[in-house]
């Protein structure tokens, strides 16, 4: 069983920065690529970036590429997503998880989710 635990979401200005961090349990984490999703209310969930195992390959959803960063430190069992530049748009829960399936912009390809953390930009 993994256990994924999100934290460092909380409210910032337009324009402000929040780095949000997410802690794997088990022995497996630097053996799948981990990706940040986010909903906000009467929205589906969306993807927003993705890392790979390694981390040498990163991917970003058009809307948060340039002023998002996604990276892992497998020593630690941690990823992170470095978000700056924010945007009341970017209002959400963000969620991390594990990918397993092919997709890596599906949802459905990611097997363990964390609980959540909510970010808030204020305009």
């Known amino acids: 069983q993994v256990q994924l635990v999100e934290s460092g979401g909380g409210l910032v200005q337009a324009g402000g920065s929040l780095r949000l961090s997410c802690a794997a349990s088990?022995?497996?984490?630097?053996?799948?690529?981990m990706g940040w999703f986010r909903q906000a209310p009467g929205k589906e969930r969306e993807f927003v970036a993705v890392i790979s195992s390694g981390g040498g390959r990163t991917y970003y959803a058009d809307s948060v590429k340039g002023r998002f960063t996604i990276s892992r430190d497998n020593a630690k069992n941690t990823m992170y997503l470095q978000m700056n530049s924010l945007k009341p748009e970017d209002t959400a829960v963000y969620y991390c998880?594990?990918?397993?399936?092919?997709?890596?912009?599906?949802?459905?390809?990611?097997?363990?989710w964390g609980q959540g953390t909510q970010v808030t930009v204020s305009s």
């Open positions: 088990g022995r497996t984490f630097s053996s799948y690529a």
């Open positions: 998880a594990r990918q397993y399936g092919s997709d890596r912009w599906d949802a459905r390809s990611y097997d363990f």
